[in-house]
């Protein structure tokens, strides 16, 4: 089976840095990805993955530890508009699992 | 480039009606999976197809279904409907099956009364 978990909320000021943490079990793994979903909205693609180690891109950075079933997804210099939901999704092929989600609030 | 495109995006049913929602994945993108999203409960997967076969089903009781057309359009049904079907159910298409890169659609909320 899969199990993958995320905080349910959290909250960070406008300009500082968050870190939303995953963790994982599922039967496989073939990568791991980050999903920003805004409220009413679809969600979209942040970061893929594969390899142990970090992947940076702009203000988001995501990390994954495959040894460790663990994955970060960091949001640096937070702005309003960051505030989503933050979806953690594991691929164990043909199958895409997703996390609850995390919401985050930037506040002023 | 059109994006997903899923119809219709609000609908509301009565308790044993069935509905139909639809699917039109990315120009030139040949899977469509489908999912069911709740507070709470995150994303479900209920099923991926591509060229018009099934490849992959979640843990969905048989009321629900789907299929797939030649042109990569997709439909789901859900028939005989329950209240804890009310939920958003998101498409998304990708080039190839095997859970790739999701380009997911506004979805359709369904609320059962």
């Known amino acids: 089976g899969q199990n993958i978990d995320q905080p349910t909320e959290m909250t960070a000021t406008e300009g500082a840095i968050v870190q939303i943490n995953c963790t994982y079990q599922t039967s496989g793994f073939n990568g791991l990805f980050w999903y920003q979903q805004h409220a009413g909205e679809a969600p979209t693609f942040l970061s893929y993955?594969?390899?142990?180690g970090l992947e940076e891109k702009g203000r988001f950075s995501s990390f994954l530890s495959r040894s460790k079933g663990y994955s970060y997804l960091l949001l640096k210099e937070l702005q309003m508009k960051d505030s989503a939901s933050y979806l953690c999704a594991v691929r164990d092929a043909p199958k895409l699992s997703f996390g609850a989600g995390t919401t985050v609030t930037v506040r002023a | 480039k059109a994006g997903v495109t899923q119809t219709p995006r609000y609908l509301i049913k009565t308790r044993g009606q069935q509905v139909t929602l639809s699917c039109s994945p990315i120009?030139?993108?040949?899977?469509v999976s489908w999912y069911q999203q709740t507070p709470g409960q995150g994303l479900q997967f209920l099923f991926e197809y591509f060229s018009e076969t099934q490849r992959n089903k979640g843990n969905f009781p048989g009321r629900f279904s789907g299929r797939q057309f030649s042109n990569s359009r997709s439909e789901m049904n859900v028939s005989t409907l329950e209240l804890g079907d009310s939920a958003l159910y998101l498409c998304?298409?990708?080039?190839?099956?095997?859970?790739?890169?999701?380009?997911f659609g506004a979805g359709s909320r369904l609320t059962v009364l």
């Open positions: 998304a298409s990708s080039l190839d099956s095997g859970a790739n890169v999701l380009t």
């Open positions: 120009s030139g993108h040949r899977s």
């Open positions: 993955n594969v390899l142990d």
